[in-house]
């Protein structure tokens, strides 16, 4: 090995530089000095309890994973220097003690593996030639350190493992800190830990610390490509999120609706898909996604379906669920009249939760309904859900148990309403508090007080029992009336039901339709009672004496 400068000085001082292909370089209480242009070439391991002196190069350049440890025995903090670094050894550099680049760390081929120990990068030293095949694997509980961090953008140019490729740029206005970071494989329910989501996430998280807690003022650019984002992800409306790690409450993720936007990039190595947020002086674990990252707002509301509603039971009917017609996917999206704000839209349920297999119950599901979330100060709706309705009125979230989780939002005072395809909606009459830990119950089924009346004749809601009740049934053409009224097959709910059976046909079995009035799965027009068939539903829904019954507005 050729050196053009070695100069060594410490009794008991140990070097060994071999030229064969496993050489190793230990370095024990010894002062080794590389000259100005200069480079030891290392092909085996580096073991050393002192920094490396001088203004030349290490190359590690092995045909097998090299392991580099510049902390050997020392404090747990302690990371000594080597100056200048070079990686070129396609098999990988792992390291097994912190270590530290004084000036320079240049990417040929291959990666650094920190495994459970930190890479630290002084604040002038530069990182070169890193890219999709070449970075710091940040595969445990090791970080990539920017020492005094501030002013200057700094890439980090990391992912979790040697074949995900994740680096972040962090700028900081606030006091100059060590800022480290490392890649996560997963985006986490509890943070850095708990279970990875398996939708709607780009499947990496980062972890963010500092030195010295508070004072940092970090902007945060996260960058992904198109393979690392999860079955429903929506880069046109995702953002950056962070996980509130309070003691003594799990208060989730912060991301707002308000704080979506879409991505930027072609999701490639060469433009990776990427998001920016800045102000950010909490630091802990990032990621980029939509709903599951979505700051909590949890409701439980509860409201019957006259429709299906039966008297003897004071429960619903879910003949749906028990033909099989409730659909996985949300039928809400693109229908008329329904228009999905903030996170809603596309939800989906496990087939067999809404399936002839689950649980017949008073927590079986009859359908689903679409929840919106209004501002308390002039009405206006905010953001919507569709949710699963069970048969003892709850309103709940796509797992069927759940309390109703209106994502991102903050917590506060909030009107809830509540609509079904062929029901007449309802509204709270009065605006109420929700929070991001704890769910807030609101029964409308107690009173006629509870909903919004408006500016309608006919009472807001109908009573399906003595005392208990419910949504107006009978709305089969979307226009937010029930009425027996008007010329035209969509004019009225009756003409709707003989326009959709035609002049020679008396039923339609096995159908999940809005003109399915009691939501029995057929629409039919012959059959004793209400419960048989859908024109004796919207006879007794509309009575001897009323021709119309309308929804208020909201």
């Not at 890193?130 to 005094?148: C, F, M, P, Q, S």
Request: some cysteine; aromatic content about 8%.
């Amino acid at each position: 090995m050729m050196i053009k400068k070695l100069q060594l000085a410490a009794v008991l001082g140990l070097i060994f530089c071999s030229a064969s292909t496993k050489a190793q370089l230990t370095i024990d209480n010894a002062t080794f000095y590389i000259e100005s242009g200069a480079t030891v070439t290392v092909q085996g391991d580096i073991l050393s309890n002192v920094s490396i002196q001088g203004p030349g190069k290490v190359l590690l350049k092995g045909t097998g994973n090299q392991n580099v440890n510049m902390n050997n025995g020392g404090a747990a903090t302690n990371a000594y220097i080597i100056p200048n670094l070079e990686i070129d050894n396609t098999s990988n550099v792992t390291l097994t003690g912190n270590t530290k680049v004084g000036t320079s760390l240049l990417f040929t081929n291959g990666k650094i593996q920190t495994a459970g120990f930190d890479l630290k990068i002084a604040n002038a030293a530069t990182v070169t030639g890193a890219d999709n095949t070449k970075y710091v694997v940040t595969n445990g509980t090791g970080r990539l350190i920017r020492e005094a961090l501030a002013g200057t953008a700094f890439t980090y140019p990391i992912g979790n493992t040697t074949t995900t490729y994740n680096p972040v740029t962090i700028s900081n206005s606030g006091t100059a800190d060590d800022i480290g970071v490392r890649c996560l494989t997963d985006v986490y329910t509890a943070g850095s830990t708990g279970t990875p989501f398996t939708k709607e996430v780009a499947a990496a998280s980062w972890d963010i610390s500092e030195a010295v807690a508070s004072g940092s003022n970090l902007s945060l650019t996260t960058n992904w490509l198109t393979a690392d984002e999860l079955p429903g992800f929506n880069r046109t409306k995702s953002g950056i999120s962070y996980y509130i790690p309070t003691a003594g409450a799990t208060l989730g993720w912060d991301l707002l609706n308000s704080q979506t936007s879409a991505a930027t990039g072609a999701g490639t190595a060469a433009s990776p898909y990427s998001f920016t947020r800045t102000g950010i002086t909490s630091l802990g674990t990032f990621a980029v996604g939509t709903r599951p990252v979505l700051s909590p707002l949890l409701v439980s509301p509860k409201i019957f379906l006259q429709g299906p509603y039966n008297t003897t039971n004071f429960t619903m009917d879910n003949n749906l669920r028990l033909l099989t017609l409730i659909p996985t996917l949300e039928p809400y999206t693109g229908a008329t009249g329904f228009t999905h704000n903030g996170s809603g839209g596309g939800e989906t349920a496990a087939a067999s939760l809404v399936g002839p297999a689950a649980p017949a119950n008073n927590d079986a599901i009859v359908d689903w309904v679409f929840v919106q979330l209004h501002s308390a100060v002039d009405g206006s709706i905010l953001s919507t859900r569709a949710a699963l309705i069970q048969r003892d009125g709850d309103v709940v979230e796509t797992d069927g148990v759940s309390p109703l989780n209106m994502a991102g939002n903050a917590a506060g005072n909030y009107y809830v309403s509540i609509r079904h395809r062929n029901h007449l909606g309802v509204r709270s009459a009065s605006s109420f508090s929700l929070a991001k830990t704890t769910t807030t119950s609101y029964d409308f089924t107690n009173a006629l007080s509870k909903a919004f009346a408006g500016a309608v004749s006919n009472n807001a809601m109908a009573t399906v029992n003595t005392g208990v009740f419910g949504m107006w049934a009978g709305n089969a053409n979307d226009d937010l009336k029930t009425n027996m009224t008007g010329l035209g097959p969509n004019a009225n709910d009756y003409a709707k039901l003989l326009n959709v059976l035609g002049s020679s046909t008396t039923s339609i079995l096995n159908i999940y339709s809005k003109q399915d009035l009691n939501m029995d799965g057929k629409v039919i027009m012959t059959g004793l009672g209400p419960a048989a068939n859908d024109y004796a539903k919207l006879l007794n829904v509309l009575g001897s004496s009323v021709n119309v019954i309308t929804q208020p507005t909201f």
